[in-house]
């Protein structure tokens, strides 16, 4: 039996919401396949991206940032993210150079430093300064003491402008066992149809919103049909937790819903390589984040 020529395996993104984790992937891959937003919690999925070369392949998993809430939605999504370690074979541990470390950032390394797996520690947005490098690298040194240390190396990147990304992806190869891939060559993300069809919606209404109202906005794709060669007829409902956000989203004379449903329908065209027709429902759903049933409905519980 001949030995396996290429190394494959999984390498986890954590960090706190905002860090660059969505760009840095996309970047990677050379495609979109995370939803990028300024507005924190962007990612609800954790969303695996696959990069092949002729060295393996390397299975990115994209994780919701720690994100620390009373709010039933947040709290699982921070804590998904933290489960999403357990399947790593490298953890990238992504900070944003640009903002001092915070509770968030206590909270990942009281629980990495007891990882047995390789930590590469990406400092992000070098292109931004590099202010609070030494807070980030003491913080971790703190906090590990003298226990064994699993950080291998720290690497500063800029995820938005693409630097430091090879050195990152030469990095995780060296900690990955020779295997064979885990997706076929031709994959790039394993995140089902309308779970990315929602999210991009979800990114568009992000663009337009106040702050207050995209954490209290969830899409679902109630239906994906083929009508006819070449055009995707897609029925998807947004949804809010009051009627004053209801009214917000939809826009005066529906100008918000008519430019989010248009900018979404041109990026999926794109991604999909058909004609889409694309049709958009407000509903108003009370307190939907704390109900268990809903979350499983959006694809939040697998």
Do not use: C
Request: aromatic share 8%; glycine share 4%.
């Amino acid at each position: 039996m001949s030995k396996v020529k290429t190394k494959a395996g999984f390498a986890v993104l954590v960090g706190r919401p905002n860090v660059g984790k969505s760009t840095f992937l996309n970047n990677v891959l050379g495609k979109k396949v995370s939803i990028i937003s300024k507005v924190p919690q962007t990612t609800r999925f954790s969303i695996r991206g696959i990069f092949n070369d002729p060295r393996g392949q390397i299975v990115f998993v994209d994780t919701p940032g720690i994100y620390l809430s009373n709010k039933h939605l947040m709290k699982f999504l921070s804590s998904r993210s933290f489960s999403a370690k357990d399947e790593a074979d490298v953890v990238l541990y992504m900070v944003d150079l640009t903002r001092r470390p915070g509770r968030e950032e206590e909270e990942v390394l009281s629980q990495l430093w007891e990882l047995k797996k390789p930590v590469i520690m990406l400092l992000n947005k070098r292109d931004l300064g590099q202010k609070y490098a030494d807070d980030y690298i003491s913080l971790w040194k703190n906090t590990v003491g003298t226990n064994a240390d699993p950080l291998k190396y720290f690497i500063p990147i800029s995820a938005l402008e693409s630097v430091g990304l090879d050195e990152v992806l030469t990095t995780v190869f060296e900690h990955l066992a020779p295997s064979e891939p885990f997706y076929p060559p031709d994959v790039s993300s394993d995140l089902p149809d309308k779970l990315f069809i929602s999210d991009v919606i979800r990114e568009k209404i992000f663009t337009h919103m106040k702050k207050e109202v995209p954490h209290s906005v969830a899409v679902k794709v109630d239906n994906i049909e083929e009508r006819e060669r070449a055009v995707l007829f897609i029925q998807a409902t947004i949804i809010v937790e009051r009627e004053s956000q209801k009214a917000i989203v939809i826009g005066k004379k529906a100008n918000i819903l008519k430019e989010v449903g248009q900018e979404a329908r041109l990026e999926l065209e794109k991604v999909f390589e058909k004609r889409i027709y694309l049709e958009l429902w407000v509903k108003v759903q009370k307190d939907w984040q704390k109900k268990m049933e809903t979350l499983r409905e959006l694809g939040y519980i697998l």
